[in-house]
């Protein structure tokens, strides 16, 4: 019978997994972006994070999976795939990604592809509050072909996968240091938003904000869990750590704002959970709950210390304008998490999941386990090709490779949109925001978010007759007088 090869449980777990990575990005940060902004972006921002889910979906269907995954032929060796245009084909699609795997092909492009549309949604999170649409649109395709499918090839098919086997369980470097440095070269092209909004821009909704936050975390079982692309023990072991790495990094965070700030922050324990998340991304499955611990208080403690520390001090950081500051949570909290994989990564785990198909690549080592090298080579039976800190410095080339390649394809990327539409809307519009930009409105009220009384009867004491915008009560008075 066709397809007697797949595994039931492991594809409903892949499928089941995929879905939650995705209902991260729609509804989850659709919701978040959409209410952790001013009231004048609410439509704007959510509008964003959904453009680029549906855009990334076909173009990563059509051509840009293979330039990411196709290791059968390549534009650049080690480093790009070439486009075959197979992925649309039911053969294709009805075979397995590799031997190792027991789901079929379909499923691979669906999973990888939620990986690909959270990327550029978290890039958005730099941009919000300014940025034309009409260049956003022209950004999601162009960067996902040229910098994303890039940075996949590299880490999970080509040069860090084989030459310098690099630990990247989930995407910590090719989904995280790479939005979080992408976000902040776009934000420095696209330019800031108006001197008021960066000085004051509340959340329009808080607690609608922690409903998407809460997706979000939940979610990241989907995003860790179906690393292993099977139902199995590191699927459950990356579960387990990723929650533990995001409630420990959650408290530390909000600990530091309480003793520095005397308040503990809503928004402070939302960027702690988000940093905790990212930073066990890259080892969630190859280091021990105990090692997820410290990997907490040091992803609720270093990125914060770059935000609220470094940041008011370094005239670049202060000069871009990172609206939702994803180089802290995403970019610093990606290298922490990469580099700190290379020190706690787990002899065995790392066979188990970077080495299941019989030692035919080599293995990569934790820094703390390596000058133990050859125990570990008894226990499992597996070579282990270097000792001491080579395995750190596997992640630290990897994660630069992965910065300068982002730093320079978005520039070019912005620097060539410009010259078709303005990367930045025109101040007239940012003084409005939603309703230029779309026409639309996300809340029925008056202003942007003054208070009006009410009346004995629960409603405003303003009547609106026409579309001047101004109330009743004071156009008669004009009137009278």
């Not at 939620?114 to 649409?133: H, P, Q, W």
Request: aromatic residues 14%; charged residues 10%; hydrophobic residues 50%.
């Amino acid at each position: 019978m066709a397809g007697d090869w797949v595994d039931s449980g492991d594809n409903a777990w892949q499928m089941t997994a995929a879905t939650i990575v995705g209902m991260q990005s729609v509804p989850g940060l659709v919701i978040l972006y959409g209410s952790i902004v001013k009231k004048k972006w609410a439509v704007n921002s959510a509008f964003m994070a959904l453009y680029a889910f549906a855009a990334v979906l076909v173009v990563w269907a059509l051509f840009a999976f293979d330039l990411s995954f196709n290791s059968a032929d390549t534009l650049v060796p080690l480093l790009w795939g070439k486009p075959s245009f197979k992925s649309l084909g039911q053969h294709f699609l009805f075979d397995a990604p590799n031997e190792a795997v027991k789901f079929p092909n379909a499923t691979f492009v669906f999973f990888q592809f939620v990986f690909a549309a959270i990327t550029l949604i978290l890039i958005a999170g730099s941009l919000l509050g300014r940025m034309n649409f009409h260049a956003w649109m022209l950004f999601v395709p162009l960067w996902l072909i040229f910098s994303y499918s890039i940075g996949a090839y590299s880490l999970w098919t080509g040069l860090f996968h084989s030459m310098y086997p690099t630990i990247d369980f989930a995407g910590g470097y090719v989904i995280h240091l790479s939005s979080g440095v992408a976000g902040f070269t776009a934000a420095y092209w696209v330019g800031p938003r108006l001197t008021k909004d960066r000085e004051r821009f509340p959340p329009n909704n808080v607690l609608l904000m922690l409903g998407g936050a809460g997706m979000l975390w939940l979610g990241w079982s989907g995003f860790n869990g179906g690393a292993p692309y099977s139902a199995g023990l590191i699927a459950s072991l990356a579960v387990l750590n990723t929650h533990i790495c995001a409630a420990t990094s959650l408290l530390m965070w909000l600990c530091l704002d309480m003793m520095v700030f005397g308040k503990p922050s809503v928004i402070g324990a939302v960027q702690g959970m988000i940093t905790g998340l990212v930073c066990i991304t890259p080892g969630a499955g190859v280091v021990q709950p105990w090692a997820a611990i410290l990997m907490g208080m040091l992803s609720g403690s270093v990125p914060w210390l770059t935000m609220m520390v470094v940041h008011k001090r370094s005239a670049l950081l202060q000069k871009v304008d990172d609206t939702m500051g994803v180089f802290h949570t995403h970019a610093v909290a990606g290298l922490l998490g990469g580099i700190l994989s290379g020190i706690f990564g787990h002899p065995t785990l790392c066979v188990y999941f970077f080495n299941s198909d019989l030692n035919k690549n080599p293995n990569p080592i934790g820094f703390i386990y390596s000058f133990n090298r050859k125990y570990y080579q008894h226990v499992d039976g597996y070579k282990y090709t270097h000792t001491g800190p080579v395995q750190i410095l596997y992640q630290i080339f990897a994660a630069m490779f992965i910065i300068v390649l982002n730093v320079v394809m978005t520039s070019i990327i912005c620097l060539v949109i410009r010259v078709i539409v303005p990367l930045r809307m025109p101040d007239d519009a940012l003084e409005i925001g939603d309703d230029a930009a779309h026409g639309e409105e996300a809340y029925a009220l008056w202003g942007d978010g003054e208070k009006l009384e009410l009346s004995k009867h629960g409603g405003s004491q303003y009547e609106f007759e026409d579309m001047s915008g101004l109330p009743t009560t004071k156009k008669t008075a004009k009137a009278e007088a």
